[in-house]
């Protein structure tokens, strides 16, 4: 027994599982683990994902990030093993760790590539820059950390062939990012953005979109600019959900009416001025804690799927603004245009039918919100609800 308990358990599993283990570990923690055993040293040319992070709370050390480069390099050596996953982060406003992210991407050639920009001087603006994408990436998510940096004017190799694009982060999103073609492009998720005018999302630079989440998207409050979003899509976009708990949250009048919100930057209410959609064959529609003051539903598909949350109260404000108040009025008309824009013909007396269903709920803080599902059925070849 006492010869069995003293026996090496972990070098007896395969590789495959010890390089499933080092995976789990941030790229700096696996070469150190594996400093500790002859055999473990050459599995780290077979980890499928790497994550460097070349600020270290806040430091400048360009011998740190040389180190770095000579162990991607060996590890790139490996042509039979391809980085499926680079975790890179970086600061927008270091000279010296810009040109080395540019390095990093190109040398690593991974599928997904997620990008984590910060920046030192938080309320100085960091200026233009390019993301050059290797020929491998499909997937790539940027991750701002903060309103100085902006998107980057993304080229390369694989833009034509990028099918996923995340932008979630504290950034001003600007309508020349959109702009960029991308003829591959199947998912876009922006999220947590604050547009300072309207935006319109296309066809003509992503002719085969399939799904679009807009999340947390918010609209500058200083001055009298109110954003909009068009979403002009062709026939691929299948499906399109809008949320924005985060900046839209209301408050019953009974609750202290002190909120400290960033007016320069982030919205102290997510109202847009219009939204507008187009898209022949959209099959699934989610809107859930959005508001606009216009909705305009041009054409949509044979719809499979439709979920509309709407609530009533006082709008989050800063300490400068007056206390404003989403009547039940105005939920239900905004109701009223998602829904005859959705389903044309379909009436305020039909609401009750076997088709939508209306459910009135109160949150522990009094909060109501009126939630409307549907449903479509389709009878040929067989009778499913999806």
């Known amino acids: 027994m006492a010869e069995e308990d003293e026996a090496d358990h972990i070098n007896k599993l395969p590789d495959d599982v010890l390089v499933g283990i080092l995976s789990l570990l941030p790229y700096k923690n696996a070469v150190q683990t594996s400093s500790v055993s002859r055999r ?14 070349m600020s270290e709370m806040g430091t400048h050390s360009e011998p740190r990030v040389q180190s770095m480069e000579r162990t991607l390099r060996r590890r790139c050596r490996r042509h039979d093993v391809a980085v499926q996953t680079l975790n890179l982060t970086f600061r927008k ?44 990436t499909t997937e790539l998510l940027l991750l701002p950390h903060w309103y100085a940096v902006r998107q980057p004017r993304i080229h390369g190799a694989s833009v034509d062939t990028l099918r996923s694009l995340t932008l979630d ?15 591959s492009l199947e998912d876009l998720y922006i999220g947590n953005c604050t547009l300072p005018v309207s935006i319109e999302i296309t066809s003509d630079a992503m002719p085969r979109l399939m799904h679009l989440d807009i999340v947390d998207v918010s609209v500058m409050t200083r001055g009298t600019t109110k954003a909009g979003i068009s979403v ?26 002190w909120f400290l919100l960033p007016a320069s930057f982030s919205a102290s209410f ?4 219009c939204f507008r959609l187009r898209a022949p064959r959209l099959r699934v529609f989610e809107w ?17 799927d439709v979920a509309v949350e709407i609530a009533t109260g006082r709008m989050p404000r800063t300490w400068q603004e007056e206390s404003e108040f989403v009547s039940v009025e105005h939920r239900d008309k ?48 067989a009778l499913r609800q999806l």
């Open 40 to 53: 473990w040293e050459p599995l780290l040319a077979q980890l499928p994902s790497l994550m460097f992070s």
């Open 93 to 136: 406003d270091d000279a010296m760790e810009c040109r080395y992210a540019g390095e990093f991407i190109a040398l690593a050639n991974a599928q997904k590539l997620l990008v984590q920009v910060s920046c030192d001087r938080a309320l100085t603006d960091a200026g233009d820059w390019s993301l050059e994408l290797p020929p491998a």
């Open 169 to 183: 982060g504290l950034t001003v999103l600007g309508q020349e990012f959109l702009h960029t073609p991308m003829p």
């Open 232 to 257: 002009l899509a062709g026939g691929e976009l299948r499906t399109l959900r809008m949320s924005g708990r985060r900046c839209s949250s209301l408050e019953p009048p009974s609750d202290t009416e």
């Open 270 to 273: 997510t109202s847009y001025s």
């Open 288 to 304: 859930r804690c959005c508001y606009a003051d216009e909705v305009h539903i041009e054409s949509v598909g044979l719809l499979s």
């Open 334 to 381: 905004l109701m009223s245009d998602i829904l005859l824009g959705l389903m044309p013909g379909l009436r305020p007396r039909s609401w009750q039918n076997r088709h939508v269903q209306r459910k009135l709920q109160r949150s522990k803080q009094g909060r109501k919100s009126c939630t409307w599902k549907t449903r479509t059925e389709r009878r040929k070849p």
